[in-house]
């Protein structure tokens, strides 16, 4: 594993805990914080896979 796919691993939960974190205080709604996940774990996967 390189240092760029554990760095993608370290920062995909980070992006996802943010969101929440946001939509729990109410600063994003549902479909943002849904979308925000959702873009974050398929770019995540894209480029993981594509190292």
Do not use: E, K, N, Y
Not at 9 to 38: C, D, E, K, N
């Amino acid at each position: 594993m390189t240092d760029a796919q554990i760095g993608l691993l370290v920062a995909t939960p980070v992006i996802i805990g943010f969101a929440l974190t946001l939509h729990r205080m109410g600063v994003l709604q549902g479909a943002g914080t849904l979308s925000a996940v959702a873009a974050s774990v398929a770019i995540a996967a894209v480029l993981f896979f594509g190292q």
